[in-house]
Nanobody, 114 residues
Framework: VQLQASGGGLVQPGGSLTLSCAAS????????MGWYRRAPGKQRELVAT???????NYADSVKGRFTISRDNAKSTVYLQMNSLKPEDTAVYYC?????????WGQGTQVTVSS
């Protein structure tokens, strides 16, 4: 499975961005997709996940502001990010669970700054 992430950029506090992660290859074997992030000087952390059964999971820090969704026809997962804060600044990575392994896409930088 190959993952291609896009959509990062610079946005002012309170603004919005949408990240996309397009999967290709053995997409029929994917059982979940998700977004993680790594802020400068911090460990990578979970942002949100979406299982193929439709279950979503969010980090407490983004609940109510971020929404993860998917387009099955395009094998793409989206992360709609609203009310962005400076502390959301990080490199965002998408991943996919394909038993028995996990695949990662390249990161996309999100910078929230005035």
């Amino acid at each position: 499975v190959q993952l291609q992430a896009s959509g990062g950029g610079l946005v002012q506090p309170g603004g919005s961005l949408t990240l996309s992660c397009a999967a290709s290859g053995r997409t029929f074997s994917i059982n979940y997709m998700g977004w993680y992030r790594r802020a400068p000087g911090k460990q990578r952390e979970l942002v949100a996940t979406f299982t193929m059964s439709g279950t979503t999971n969010y980090a407490d820090s983004v609940k109510g502001r971020f929404t993860i969704s998917r387009d099955n026809a395009k094998s793409t997962v989206y992360l709609q990010m609203n009310s962005l804060k400076p502390e959301d600044t990080a490199v965002y990575y998408c991943n996919a669970g394909v038993p028995p392994g996990i695949y990662w896409g390249q990161g996309t930088q999100v910078t929230v700054s005035s």
